[in-house]
């Protein structure tokens, strides 16, 4: 058990359709990041948080937007959904921002299935 | 450019050969750091092993071992006597201390240890 806590961790949705992913990181972690895997795909760097605060973005696109609560706590909205958005995103967090060198740890993941 | 190459998409060893993990990175900064993942069938990502810039000295733990060279930039992941259970995709990833916020991961390697 990573500390990281994603819920759902199972979700099949309509297109156009927007859903909320939540984040809990681990205990004292500042900052926050989201990928998402597609199948068969690698990690795609969406977005990151430290404490609050959007630090860096990666391929997001305009319909998904996230944001970190002042409890630290992280949410992904992922909107007008399209077949090609089913993936399986994964929140991770770290006590400091990625330069500082700590290991990032994910959370098991939500499996997010469009039909 | 990819900051961190695997070229190994796909590998194949019957259970107890001995497998070795490429991993290949660039990056301008002097200070940075090193990870692999395991992503087990089940799905979740698994931190295995950290390493700065700083400190070259191969790692063992158990029949996993790493061996960080960066005059080849490569940081290699080696099992020795493979089990089943080592069956999963394996990442590689980067962080930067000067430039950067995220972290860089590789495509990941497939293994699978045929019983």
């Known amino acids: 058990d990573s500390g990281v806590t994603q819920t759902p961790k199972h979700l099949i949705t309509a297109t156009g359709q927007r859903v909320t992913l939540r984040c809990s990181p681990r205990s004292g972690d500042l900052s926050v990041y989201w990928y998402q895997q597609s199948l068969d795909q690698g990690l795609q760097f969406l977005i990151q948080?430290?404490?609050?605060?959007?630090?860096a973005k990666g391929n997001i696109l305009e319909r998904f937007s996230a944001q970190q609560f002042p409890d630290l706590h992280s949410e992904l909205n992922l909107s007008s959904l399209e077949l090609g958005d089913s993936a399986l995103y994964f929140c991770?967090?770290?006590?400091?921002?990625?330069?500082?060198?700590?290991?990032?740890?994910f959370g098991e993941g939500s499996w997010l299935t469009v039909v | 450019a990819q900051k961190v190459t695997q070229a190994q998409t796909e590998i194949s060893v019957v259970e107890k050969e001995d497998v070795t993990l490429d991993c290949v990175y660039e990056t301008r900064d002097t200070t940075y750091y090193l990870f692999w993942y395991k992503q087990p069938p089940s799905g979740e990502l698994v931190f295995l092993i950290r390493?700065?810039?700083?400190?070259?000295q191969n790692e063992i733990s158990g029949r996993y071992s790493w061996n960080f060279q960066k005059s080849t930039s490569s940081f290699n992941f080696t099992i020795t006597a493979s089990q089943v259970v080592d069956s999963a995709v394996y990442f590689c990833?980067?962080?930067?201390?000067?430039?950067?916020?995220?972290?860089?991961f590789g495509t990941g390697t497939s293994l699978t240890v045929i019983p």
């Open positions: 390493r700065n810039s700083f400190d070259e």
């Open positions: 990833a980067l962080s930067e201390a000067n430039t950067g916020n995220q972290f860089y």
């Open positions: 991770a967090s770290s006590p400091q921002p990625a330069r500082m060198g700590n290991t990032i740890y």
């Open positions: 948080y430290y404490n609050g605060e959007e630090r």
